[in-house]
């Protein structure tokens, strides 16, 4: 390892770029580019609005949870440098001025998105575009509907400065009482119980935001008093938690930690950019925020509720929809996910195939008689989880169940300690990890008594349990009963509830343990082939790639003449293209109408890339040092020879292809939006992967009448 750090510790004299791009400078590169999908007018234009407003989503969380972090940081005196160089307060001015152009785009786009709504037939109305009758309407909607949970509060002596929650947007006044003339200053906090959007009856599509709504209505507030200035403005807090390194009971510490996030600092401030320097000032000082972190915006604060105007009725406005696919071979065996299983190994592609065949395998498991135990974790799940229901079943049936729930997965965490407590009640074993990893890891193991004895069957994912997110995130579920692979997961579920750590793993790799030191061999012996004058090259997709030691192996594989081609979504800290140090390596990064989730990683093994000889693996892990060192994670093999070629030449090999939705890393840091060369044809891999079955989900089996119904009653469904 050390020998590969000497090679690139610094960059060549052919460049003075620090060998890494800014993680946070990165990510802040990718929320630009959901904004720049904001702005494709190849859209629909709520598709555009849905861009808008996860963008602005994305904004607010990267404040919540990695400026605060960087915040904390320079308040405790933290020394050390980022990867590239920078101290904190470099950092931290990099990201203000960055978030200040990105909010400016934000704002620019929601402009033109307004127009083009209205010119569709939605509108969003400003107040002078009201008519009286709408006026009286919306009166009446006031004083029933907003009024009596509205709380105006005046400052004072006797009234300070209130809790502002985060995220929370709130209107300051100066007020004067027109009898004596005393001026008073007030708040009214924009009450979240309400919709930030309020629709208009009738036919018409037409919308007036709550805060219009309230300024319209200030007199029946503050009666007697007359209004001299107004504005409004939006907090951000840092909502981490930390938690206790020895907890005697982590659900307790959690929940305490919860109700701190709740009142964590205020880290940022936003004001509408109409609002008198005297109020802005007031804020700020009662905030006691300082100026780098308060934004002026010359439109709407809190852009992400946006998403409240996205309505049923025009789907003209929206995407095609699109129905998923039930793999065929699961059909072919008349639904028995364990009989398909058996035959050979089986990969989905989610969104393109239904994420219902794995709630199949578990609502299977939960009522087979068969099965005597199921071992399931549980990172990020829907509110109404049909997983969850199926666990629950299992264990009312009697059945061994235990679930490995991470109590720690970033704003679920209230969800996940609810929800422990019902597998609990119906007789579930619910475990929740180590208080200082996470477990990331998607796995399921069922076990089933059959005529040649107990036999395993397991479903690795790359992506959550969530049947919400697994319509829109692209990942990969990958079902066998490969023997090897079952003792694996039984190993690390023994990992997980028992601290057992594993003598060895048959075929998996899994981190802490050996998931780093496999990646690095896997790379190594790419860096030999290349110096032994055999093909060399490596593919990998992933959401993100940070860690330091990885790309300085990946850095030392290009110099050894490894082809090294990349799909990274978000977050690049690897600095492709720079004459000697990575001008073998192509970064891509793919934003569109689904969230590229999967991580897959390919090595030619001495034969280069594509080949049927290629090692191929998917995973639960970004290439990142949390994932690699601070959470349990899996890696594992494809060895069945038609899921092989299913995610090494269907999956990455479409992904390399796609010349509508992609985006070229260039050295400096920036990204290029590629497009079709002179006489090449569009092609979007979103677009084919919906249009094209998978290969592993095809059967070759004979179809019944019995599966002929069944296919059509679940397509109709």
């Not at 299992?394 to 720690?408: D, P």
């Not at 028992?498 to 061999?521: H, N, Q, V, W």
Request: contains cysteine.
């Amino acid at each position: 390892m050390d020998q590969v750090q000497d090679q690139t510790q610094t960059p060549t004299a052919e460049t003075a770029l620090p060998r890494f791009i800014n993680r946070e400078l990165s990510w802040l590169a990718f929320n630009r580019r959901v904004v720049e999908e904001a702005m494709n007018e190849a859209h629909p234009v709520l598709e555009r609005v849905r861009f808008l407003s996860i963008s602005a989503s994305n904004h607010n969380e990267f404040y919540m949870v990695r400026v605060a972090g960087l915040v904390t940081q320079l308040k405790e005196g933290y020394s050390e440098l980022s990867d590239d160089g920078l101290t904190v307060r470099e950092q931290l001015e990099a990201i203000n001025r960055e978030s200040s152009a990105l909010l400016e785009a934000q704002q620019a786009c929601w402009r033109a998105l307004r127009e083009e709504l209205s010119e569709n037939g939605i509108a969003v109305l400003r107040r002078e575009e009201v008519t009286e009758a709408e006026e009286a309407w919306l009166e009446r909607y006031f004083l029933n509907q907003i009024f009596p949970i509205l709380t105006p509060i005046a400052i004072d002596p006797a009234h300070p400065f209130p809790f502002i929650p985060n995220l929370g947007v709130s209107m300051v006044l100066q007020l004067r009482d027109k009898d004596s003339g005393e001026s008073m200053r007030a708040l009214v906090p924009l009450p979240m119980q309400v919709p930030r959007f309020i629709r208009l009856p009738g036919a018409d599509i037409r919308f007036v935001a709550v805060e219009t709504v309230i300024t319209m209505m200030l007199h029946e507030l503050f009666p007697g008093f007359q209004v001299d200035a107004r504005g409004l403005f939006r907090v951000i807090r840092d909502t981490e938690v930390e938690l206790e390194e020895e907890a005697e009971d982590l659900v307790h510490v959690v929940a305490s930690a919860l109700e701190k996030r709740r009142r964590g600092s205020a880290i940022r401030l936003t004001f509408s950019s109409r609002i008198p320097q005297s109020l802005r000032a007031f804020v700020v000082g009662q905030l006691k925020i300082n100026e780098a972190d308060v934004f002026d915006v010359d439109g709407l604060l809190g852009l992400s509720d946006i998403m409240q105007i996205i309505v049923d009725e025009r789907p003209d406005l929206q995407f095609p929809p699109f129905k998923p696919r039930f793999p065929e071979r699961i059909l072919s065996f008349e639904g028995d996910a364990f009989a398909a299983i058996r035959e050979k190994d089986i990969i989905v592609h989610h969104p393109y195939e239904s994420f219902e065949v794995v709630v199949q395998f578990l609502r299977q498991a939960a009522r087979d008689p068969a099965v005597v135990s199921i071992k399931q974790t549980l990172y990020r799940t829907s509110k109404d989880s049909p997983v969850v229901k199926a666990l629950i079943a299992a264990a009312e049936a009697g059945k061994s169940v235990t679930a490995m729930v991470e109590l720690k997965a970033r704003f679920d965490e209230e969800a996940n300690i609810r929800w422990s407590r019902d597998l609990e009640r119906a007789g579930a074993q619910v475990v929740f990890g180590f208080v200082n990893l996470k477990t990331h890891a998607k796995v399921s193991l069922m076990t089933r008594r059959e005529a040649a004895g107990l036999r395993s069957y397991v479903h690795f994912g790359t992506g959550n349990y969530h049947t919400e997110t697994a319509r829109i995130y692209t990942d990969l579920s990958l079902f066998t009963a490969d023997p090897a692979l079952c003792r694996d997961a039984a190993r690390l579920f023994n990992l997980m509830t028992g601290y057992s750590r594993p003598d060895r793993f048959e075929k998996l790799a899994a981190s802490p343990l050996t998931l780093r030191d496999t990646l690095d061999k896997l790379i190594d012996d790419e860096i030999a082939h290349a110096r032994a004058g055999r093909p060399a090259a490596i593919w990998a997709k992933m959401n993100q790639i940070v860690d330091p030691e990885i790309i300085d192996r990946l850095y030392a594989a290009s110099q050894a003449g490894v082809q090294i081609d990349m799909v990274v979504r978000g977050i690049c800290c690897l600095r492709p293209g720079v004459p000697g140090l990575s001008e073998n390596i192509r970064v891509r990064s793919i934003v569109g109408r689904f969230l590229e989730h999967s991580r897959i990683a390919c090595f030619g093994a001495g034969h280069g890339l594509p080949s049927a000889e290629a090692k191929v693996f998917l995973s639960s892990a970004d290439w990142m040092p949390r994932n690699l060192n601070w959470r349990i994670e899996t890696l594992v093999p494809i060895e069945n020879p038609t899921v092989h070629a299913q995610v090494m030449d269907e999956v990455m090999g479409t992904n390399f292809r796609d010349n509508m939705q992609t985006w070229m890393l260039r050295p400096d840091g920036t990204y290029d939006r590629i497009h079709p060369a002179a006489g090449e044809a569009p092609f979007s891999a979103h677009e084919y992967f919906m249009t094209h079955p998978s290969l592993s989900g095809q059967s070759t089996r004979e179809e019944s009448p019995r599966v002929g119904l069944l296919k059509r009653f679940l397509w109709k469904a």
